[in-house]
């Protein structure tokens, strides 16, 4: 009955079954978006992944990898298919070869990033795309952010033949619309807590569109396996968006893994139907770090504001726009989670170093860290040099090394060599903001959030750095064995699908 649907579809939507010859064996590559691999762990515990639990005793095994700073979406992404995520600080930056605010849903700015980008391979190459940030190589990308915007869902509804998908599975279409009603509640909740309308039509919105958008994708994913596709992508970002808005370990974030484990049996299960044999491999982009946000909504422009300590200057929080303005003075500050780039209008195409910076805003380094909130600065000290200041120390970086440590920067917190390094690698981004912040540890060892967030990343601390990936492939085993940051785990998995150098 699924099969002869899903071929009546592929009928109504004139898509033809992929060129790609069928002995090529096929990859499925599913994301799920911001779940670390503690939470993973614990989602199985819980039983809220039978499928994930089945696929483990079927041979399967999962590991934690290393995904390093800055913990985003567009960085690991670019990771996996092109094998280079140089100059991606976060999820929205300003691109200074560009000469403009590139973000990780917005059409026009990413395709143009993607296509400047030193690629070293083209991991989706004739394959299927399917709320991506990249196309990287695909002929089909659907709901992606090279088409369509990821965090304005409801765009995707003008595409509103999809609908039809939902009338394949009212088993799933119950849960669906069983955690639209809890979402819902819950947004009516707060937002009467708050007394904000405005806040409830968001919430709302959001509420409906995040759910709603993650089972139509699934069921593009469908069509694009009984396509025969020889490589499918496809990043579920439900858990990451209740997770920032729940915590990491929430009822609710635990309940949107549920949904995602049955969207992933659903597509495996087709897949063995197909002609072609596919491979799974099942994996997150990073993880959530428990965090707070910050106590008022204006806070960050009022501590970047006084620490300038010069009126001239309007400082406004962004994620972009696709001409800044030109004439005043302006601060961008661009919060990705745990951290914020912050551009001056005046040196978007050479940002500041240290000591110009300190003679235009005297003191303005100390009048930052002086925040409880803000845990570090990161600043360039000359073209190939900067410098990580904490409150009680600092760490050197030069051309992606570690130089010298002064004091302790981290004063006891867990931060070990591989995040040193990965933060030297970091610090060497020319997108990055003239000061790049990052949020403080509280005293009940929560990370300051510059977005409304109980669970976030975009920096270096906690969970956040620890995703986890799911497979059966040896040789992405093997090699996860012997070293697990993200390049090389990457690595092994292009190579050992043939993904085409360029
Ligand atoms: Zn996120």
């Given at each position: 009955m699924r099969k002869v649907l899903l071929s009546l579809l592929l009928r109504v939507f004139h898509l033809h079954k992929s060129s790609v010859p069928i002995e090529k064996k096929g990859l499925i590559v599913i994301l799920v978006d911001g779940l670390s691999y503690d939470i993973f762990k614990r989602s199985l515990e819980k039983k809220q992944g039978s499928f994930f639990s089945k696929l483990i005793k079927k041979g399967y095994s999962v590991y934690p990898y290393f995904c390093?700073?800055?913990?985003?979406?567009?960085?690991?992404?670019?990771?996996?298919?092109?094998?280079?995520?140089?100059?991606?600080?976060?999820?929205?930056?300003?691109?200074?070869?560009?000469?403009q605010f590139v973000r990780?849903?917005?059409?026009?700015?990413?395709?143009?990033?993607?296509?400047?980008?030193?690629?070293?391979?083209?991991?989706?190459?004739?394959g299927s795309c399917?709320?991506?940030?990249?196309?990287?190589?695909?002929?089909?990308?659907?709901?992606?952010?090279?088409?369509?915007?990821?965090?304005?869902?409801?765009?995707?509804?003008?595409?509103?033949?999809?609908?039809?998908?939902?009338?394949?599975?009212?088993?799933?279409l119950l849960l669906t619309c069983y955690l639209i009603v809890i979402s819902m509640s819950m947004s009516v909740y707060i937002s009467s807590k708050e007394r904000s309308k405005k806040k409830l039509i968001t919430l709302l919105k959001s509420a409906f569109s995040r759910i709603?958008?993650?089972?139509?994708?699934?069921?593009?994913?469908?069509?694009?396996?009984?396509?025969?596709?020889?490589?499918?992508?496809?990043?579920?970002?439900?858990?990451?968006?209740?997770?920032h808005e729940y915590g990491v370990d929430d009822k609710i974030s635990y309940s949107s893994i549920r949904l995602i484990d049955w969207y992933c049996e659903s597509l495996y299960k087709t897949a063995k139907k197909s002609k072609r044999k596919y491979d799974f491999i099942i994996l997150s982009d990073h993880g959530q770090t428990q965090s707070r946000p910050l106590d008022k909504s204006s806070r960050l422009e009022n501590i970047v504001q006084n620490?300038?300590?010069?009126?001239?200057?309007?400082?406004?929080?962004?994620?972009?726009?696709?001409?800044?303005?030109?004439?005043?003075?302006?601060?961008?500050?661009?919060?990705?989670?745990?951290?914020?780039?912050v551009y001056f209008s005046e040196t978007l195409k050479k940002p500041y170093l240290l000591g110009g910076l300190e003679e235009t805003?005297?003191?303005?380094?100390?009048?930052?860290?002086?925040?409880?909130?803000?845990?570090?600065?990161?600043?360039?000290?000359?073209?190939?040099?900067?410098?990580?200041?904490?409150?009680?120390?600092?760490?050197?970086?030069?051309?992606?090394?570690?130089?010298?440590?002064t004091g302790s920067p981290f004063v006891g917190l867990p931060v070990d060599k591989r995040a040193l390094m990965s933060l030297a690698r970091y610090a060497s981004f020319e997108n990055n903001g003239d000061l790049v912040l990052f949020g403080n540890i509280d005293d009940d060892g929560k990370l300051y959030a510059f977005e409304e967030h109980k669970g976030t990343h975009g920096g270096f601390y906690g969970d956040m750095t620890k995703p986890f990936i799911l497979t059966d492939n040896k040789s992405v085993i093997h090699q996860i064995k012997?070293?697990?940051?993200?390049?090389?785990?990457?690595?092994?998995?292009?190579?050992?699908?043939?993904?085409?150098?360029l």
């Open positions: 390093g700073v800055p913990a985003s979406t567009a960085a690991t992404e670019a990771e996996l298919f092109f094998g280079a995520s140089e100059n991606i600080p976060g999820f929205t930056w300003y691109d200074r070869s560009l000469s990780g849903n917005r059409g026009k700015s990413i395709v143009g990033f993607e296509h400047d980008m030193k690629k070293k391979a083209n991991l989706l190459k004739s399917i709320l991506g940030i990249y196309s990287a190589g695909a002929t089909q990308c659907d709901l992606s952010g090279t088409e369509l915007n990821l965090k304005s869902p409801m765009k995707a509804f003008r595409k509103l033949h999809y609908l039809l998908f939902i009338f394949l599975n009212p088993v799933r709603f958008l993650g089972n139509i994708a699934s069921y593009i994913a469908e069509l694009e396996i009984a396509r025969e596709t020889p490589v499918l992508f496809i990043d579920y970002v439900l858990y990451d968006e209740f997770a620490a300038l300590n010069d009126p001239s200057y309007h400082v406004l929080r962004t994620f972009g726009f696709s001409s800044p303005p030109q004439k005043s003075k302006n601060v961008f500050l661009v919060p990705a989670g745990s951290s914020v780039q805003f005297p003191h303005i380094i100390d009048r930052l860290l002086k925040n409880p909130e803000i845990g570090w600065v990161l600043v360039r000290q000359g073209n190939d040099k900067q410098l990580l200041m904490g409150k009680k120390g600092s760490v050197e970086f030069t051309n992606g090394r570690v130089l010298k440590t012997r070293d697990d940051d993200m390049r090389v785990v990457f690595e092994s998995i292009r190579s050992s699908y043939g993904a085409d150098k």
